[in-house]
């Protein structure tokens, strides 16, 4: 049954490529080669270096740079909210930190510049169709520029705007 539909499948794919030529065979090929967006992927890539949501790690405010930190109002006696404003580099971080441990964890990334990416490489200023053939058609769209795909407790919001990436948001759910 599966061997069924795989060949219903490339056959309705090679249709598809031959009917449209240049621009169906890219999309055709984008569909093929797309990576689904996964749990794994929900991270932030500074230089070579990638952090993932939910890491405890510190080098990421060593490796953004210059920051202010804001701690946000209604926190409990247990744990604290912050939120790291990276202006150099358009990229906001948010934690939360356990006030026993004093640990931090990356709860909330927020990229409006073009210095930091997601880590497989989609960066603000790529186009939608980059983002497809990085992470596939598995999205939710909502309103009219908004593409999230969600995985594993994890979600990746694209704010496309005039076919670019305008924003990208990362967090945990």
Do not use: H
Not at 158 to 167: E, R, T
């Amino acid at each position: 049954m599966k061997s069924r539909r795989f060949m219903a499948l490339l056959l309705a794919l090679m249709f598809s490529m031959s009917m449209f030529a240049l621009p169906g065979a890219a999309l055709a090929e984008a569909k093929l080669n797309a990576k689904d967006y996964t749990s794994k992927k929900a991270a932030f890539k500074v230089g070579v270096t990638t952090y993932r949501i939910g890491t405890t790690s510190k080098t990421w405010k060593k490796k953004l740079g210059n920051y202010t930190r804001k701690q946000s109002d209604g926190d409990s006696e247990e744990y604290a909210y912050y939120i790291y404003n990276f202006s150099n580099r358009n990229v906001r971080v948010e934690t939360l930190c356990n006030l026993e441990t004093n640990k931090e964890t990356v709860v909330g990334v927020l990229i409006t510049g073009r210095t930091v990416g997601t880590s497989d490489g989609l960066k603000v200023g790529n186009t939608f169709k980059k983002m497809i053939r990085i992470y596939g058609e598995g999205y939710k769209k909502s309103g009219s520029s908004t593409y999230t795909y969600t995985a594993g407790g994890n979600s990746m919001a694209v704010k496309i705007q005039n076919n670019k990436v305008k924003s990208i948001t990362l967090m945990k759910l």
